[in-house]
């Protein structure tokens, strides 16, 4: 089978947040450069060799028993420090000059003519290792797309608006040594002209807080069991990361291999529903349904994506390779909530385009599976039309279809199918995408880096400020990040999962440990601050502490009710005692 995905890296760097004036700002990238996952199949083939008899049973596995480490955070420190470095006052070589004739700029003039990246440098002297926002001012008569650098490594890629104005970009975030540093620009445009750079301590990190505030799933008629699910996820957000793990269609390869590897089972197993729509993989995704019932059966959490392919001709979900276009199926009429005999006729009477009928034909055939399952009680954490804004995928080709079509979806499995068991994952990874809160209940980014065991804290501070109130997660990852780093940072992700296929698994079907040491998953696996399987409470204690914590609600509501209504009473006997 040939691979599920192709995974691009986001990090929330290539997201950017605009602010005030034509600046702009786009939140930490790790101080490595990004890496796509490979092309290797993500189906593990269990093979017989030669030297095996058919009938003989495979050797069993030796379980580890590994007791949990008990980690520690160290905290993250903050010392004010800020400091601008004129571009002109920098290291100049080559064609780089001063120049003078474009307005508003800063200090003596600016720096022009840079034709390579080693023609201009500024030098910061930093006080403290801790986190800095690094930004610089330049203009360029041209939208040109470049990148920030800091000691050759590129901190975040950017494009320029190209209307001749000087504009700011800023990366937010970085964490970075004390000592000296230069910045400089990674591709070099003789167009683009700098002002000034600067650097600024950051204290989004020290005075981090992932505290939650009465949250609620935005489905008013959400089901008992995700109600429960979900008042468990925002109760441990913020002490505890839940585990997940991404595995093959029909199988649990890579949560087994989990459990052989560390002893502990991931919390969360993330099922795909990729092949719902093809008529010849009926079978495939009927095991893939079992899988998911057995977990929930073993006690973990279910949940699903969806590599949706292209309605029309089920080709791929990559835009690349369908003719699909979503904007000829975006629709004015009010069509979440009719009937699929409704909704051919308005195709035919040509007042929905054939892509519009056919998207909600393949919407309901994937509803039919996570329809089975709240029939059977059981609560899924659902993530679909993920990675949108990067591009790759067919519900990726601009911001405003996304939007239509994550609204129809909703409305359509919440309203009509009744679909009151989900807990919605938004993961488009930009703010410009984002669905609103009333239509989702978790925010995530996918991050995939060299094997780097950053916390990601810049991603989650760029999150809480899409939403502050709701859990977010890392719902995709090339390797996990280190869990000292995760306390250090107080980045404590609702979950972090594991992306499978050749990133936990050879082609033999033993570990890889080209992502992930086994060392370092045991670790992740058996320590205090991470949730496995193995220490999830069951569904009916789920239930139990959410009915406590309504009853507390309601009694305090109805204190503080009592005495409200006592202060008005007493207010207005004062103002009658005063009239006589």
């Not at 003989?56 to 400091?83: A, L, N, R, V």
């Amino acid at each position: 089978m040939k691979k599920k995905k192709t995974l691009l890296a986001i990090l929330s760097c290539a997201a950017a947040l605009l602010v005030t004036g034509c600046g702009k700002s786009v939140s930490k990238s790790d101080l490595n450069s990004v890496k796509a996952p490979d092309e290797s199949s993500s189906k593990v083939e269990t093979t017989t060799t030669s030297s095996q008899k058919e009938d003989e049973k495979p050797k069993e596995d030796k379980i580890p028993d590994i007791p949990d480490q008990t980690i520690i955070g160290s905290g993250m420190t903050y010392t004010k420090f800020s400091s601008t470095k004129e571009a002109e006052d920098g290291k100049l070589s080559g064609g780089a000059k001063v120049a003078a004739t474009r307005k508003d700029y800063h200090g003596k003039g600016y720096v022009t003519g840079i034709k390579t990246k080693d023609q201009w440098s500024v030098e910061f002297d930093l006080p403290q290792s801790q986190y800095y926002h690094v930004g610089i001012v330049l203009a360029s008569d041209e939208a040109k797309k470049n990148g920030i650098v800091c000691d050759g490594k590129k901190l975040s890629d950017f494009t320029t608006t190209g209307n001749g104005q000087f504009e700011i970009i800023t990366v937010l975030n970085c964490y970075i040594e004390q000592g000296k540093h230069t910045v400089t620009i990674e591709i070099p445009d003789e167009k683009l002209d700098i002002d000034y750079c600067f650097m600024t301590a950051s204290e989004d990190i020290a005075k981090l807080d992932l505290t939650l505030k009465d949250p609620a799933l935005s489905n008013k008629n959400s089901d008992d069991n995700a109600k429960a699910l979900y008042n468990y996820i925002c109760s441990v957000y913020g002490k505890s990361v839940l585990l997940a793990q991404h595995d093959t269609v029909s199988a649990t390869l890579e949560s087994d291999m989990m459990y052989k590897t560390t002893g502990k089972h991931p919390a969360i197993r993330f099922g795909d529903l990729m092949n719902i729509t093809d008529k010849d993989s009926a079978e495939i995704m009927q095991k893939e349904l079992s899988c998911a019932e057995k977990y929930a059966e073993q006690g973990g959490i279910v949940a699903y994506m969806w590599h949706w392919n292209a309605p029309s001709d089920k080709s791929s979900c990559y835009i690349a390779e369908t003719d699909f276009d979503l904007a000829k199926a975006v629709t004015e009429e009010n069509i979440a909530q009719k009937s699929i005999e409704e909704l051919e006729k308005l195709a035919a009477d040509k007042k929905i385009s054939p892509q519009c009928l056919a998207l909600i034909k393949d919407m309901d055939t994937a509803a039919q599976t996570l329809a089975s399952l709240r029939d059977k009680g059981i609560p899924v954490i659902w993530r679909p039309l993920h990675e949108a804004s990067n591009g790759y995928f067919w519900w990726g080709k601009d911001a405003k279809s996304y939007k239509w079509l994550w609204k129809l979806m909703y409305t359509r499995y919440t309203a009509y199918h009744k679909l009151n068991n989900l807990i919605w994952v938004w993961s488009a990874q930009s703010d410009q995408w984002y669905v609103g809160n009333d239509m989702c209940d978790m925010l995530s980014v996918d991050i995939y880096t060299e094997n780097d065991e950053d916390s990601a804290v810049a991603n989650l501070v760029y999150l809480q400020r899409i939403s502050r109130n709701k859990p977010a997660a890392i719902t995709e990852c090339g390797n996990f990040p280190s869990i000292q780093n995760i306390a250090d940072r107080k980045a404590y992700w609702s979950f972090i999962g594991q992306w499978g296929a050749n990133y936990v698994l050879k082609t033999d079907g033993t570990l890889s440990q080209e992502h992930n040491t086994e060392k370092a998953l045991q670790l992740m696996y058996n320590n205090n601050l991470t949730i496995t399987r193995e220490k999830l409470p069951l569904p009916a204690k789920m239930k139990e502490d959410l009915q406590k914590q309504e009853q507390l609600a309601k009694e305090k509501a109805e204190k503080e009710k009592a005495e409200k209504e006592k202060k008005e009473k007493e207010k207005a006997s004062s103002s009658s005692s005063k009239a006589e």
